[in-house]
């Protein structure tokens, strides 16, 4: 008898290759195959009976040679590792280098059994399709010709204040609000219930928050607190903490999002989830801006202002690069217009509106804390109310007041005039620039000058420019 077959098995053996039939047992084809998204940048192929996965995460296109971190699990083995979910092999490959690709499916004959053809053609279909599918994402092409139709329903999160797949910003100054109001958002959203006045979610979404900052424990007292201020329930409300920028640990969070179906993310504070740079600013934010938009979430981010405009209400932008500006699809500035115990009344303002909706009116709302107190910390309820907004600016007065505007308004409030000291402290700049904001506002038609007798600067008729 031939070793690990029957007589019967030899005999069948033997005929069929007489009779020039036999063929080998056929390898098991894509239909046999799962493929999917798992992350960032990152696929998976199992088998359907659940045997094996093989996963191709760190996927990298933009190198002269695409390459790509390669897990295999098999967590039914004995030659996979317990301990480790029942990973059996993992490997950096180049996809464009197939000697790669043949040692692990090599290794993989050897561990798991099958061939080392069978493992090679699956590996080639995992690299393929997931490079077909990342090219996909991102190619975005149509073409028009005529007349377009009518687009049908723009989808929202938020009616008229947030689309799906675009990214808001709240910024504003530290203890301004910001993170209770989109705490207060986020469980609208989860519930599908209006939480804060005006702000409509179109129904109830799997929403996630990414924390840079605050704490599992903050978290906690204020989701407790708006639930039983407002009477809702959460539906899908997932929370991970962070500690690296979001660039490093895409992946991760990219895995986290798909295992749970997050739709609507908050990330805060936005400048602990990106890279340090000592280069061009404006990379690390394309950067952050590029792992949301492949993970194809809705995102609401926190970010905070520069020093100098803390106690601003007219700030226009988040702090740091302009990128911030440019790449978010809309965004609101947070800042507090009175406060007690127990109450604090925020305004929102529309500092960029989304494309296809209009500026916002600036919006107060009310947001009241019980106990005024709170024992061991811990608020009991937490409700937001609309409210009115003190000096609400019209439509016509929505444009921000430059440096140079506001250099020349302060000069003609101070009869006596200001120092360069006093003008760098109202304005919040170096001592160094206020020459040249006075000199942009003489450009402007805003006449000042310095007097140098006094020591001062001073609006004038005169044309004269003085130190």
Known sequence: ??????????????????????????????SDWKFSKSGFRAFSLSAS??????????LDVNGREPAGLVDVYAPF???????LDGQVVSRVVSISRGRAIDEIAKALETRLGASQTDWGRRLDYLCLRSMRELHASSAGETSFTGRPPRPGTI??????????????S???????????????????????????????????????????????????????????GHGVSLGNYQYKRAVRPLAECANEVGRWIVDNGIELLL?????????????????????????????????????????AALDRKDVAREYGSVAKRDAARGSYSVYMQSEQPGSRV??????????????????????????????????????????AVEDAMTDGDQRTETQPERFFRFLMSNDLGLSTKAASALLGVPAGRIRDIARLARNAGHPTRFDKERGVWVTTTSTEAGA
């Open 170 to 228: 709240l910024f504003g100054p530290g203890s301004a609000g910001k993170t209770t109001l989109a705490a207060g958002l986020m469980v609208s959203a989860s519930s599908g219930r209006v939480v804060i006045p005006g702000w409509v979610p179109t129904r109830a979404f799997n929403v996630g928050v990414l924390d840079y900052d605050e704490g599992e424990a903050e978290e906690e007292v204020r989701l407790h607190a708006i639930c039983e």
């Open 346 to 387: 925020v305004v929102l303002r529309n500092t960029k509106p989304d494309a296809l909706a209009p500026r916002r009116a600036p919006q107060a709302i009310r947001v009241e804390f019980d106990p005024p107190i709170p024992k061991n910390g811990i608020y009991e309820r937490i409700t937001f109310h609309e409210d």
């Open 267 to 307: 990330a805060s504070p936005v400048n602990r989830a990106l890279r340090a740079t000592s280069g061009d600013p404006g990379g690390p934010v394309f950067e952050l801006y590029e792992a949301l938009r492949e993970f194809g979430t809705t995102n609401i981010l926190i970010d905070h202002v520069v020093g």
């Open 49 to 58: 009976d659940g045997s094996w996965r093989i996963e191709l995460s760190q």
């Open 1 to 30: 008898m031939t070793a690990g077959l029957s007589d019967e098995e030899v005999n069948d053996w033997t005929q069929e290759e007489a009779d020039g039939a036999w063929e080998p047992d056929p390898p098991d084809a894509p």
């Open 77 to 83: 083995m004995g030659a996979a590792f317990e301990d």
């Open 155 to 168: 989808a929202e999160v938020f009616v008229g204040r947030i689309r799906v797949g675009r990214t808001c």
